[in-house]
């Protein structure tokens, strides 16, 4: 899908969105996939396990997830 150097590129965008930029991850994958233009489903395939739990805590903390559900659709 992707070579992995973009891969790598695109995650190492995201940690320093969240580290510098004062805003969460569910903010910085979409800020990063207007950056490379992938669609949030398509990034959603190469993001690593650290930032889906990170992603599923912010869901969690702002009632993100359906009374049915205990995950986020990613």
């Given at each position: ?20 930029g004062?805003?969460?991850y ?5 800020s990063?996939c207007?950056?490379?233009?992938i669609?949030?489903?398509v990034?959603s395939k ?6 889906i ?15 049915n559900?205990a995950k986020?659709?990613i």
């Amino acid at each position: 899908l992707f070579s992995e150097n973009l891969q790598a590129e695109f995650l190492k965008r995201i940690e320093t969105l969240v580290l510098g930029g004062g805003i969460g991850y569910i903010e910085a994958v979409i800020s990063a996939c207007d950056e490379y233009e992938i669609e949030p489903n398509v990034a959603s395939k190469i993001l690593t396990q650290p930032i889906i739990e990170k992603i599923e805590e912010e869901g969690r903390e702002y009632n993100m997830f359906s009374k049915n559900t205990a995950k986020l659709p990613i």
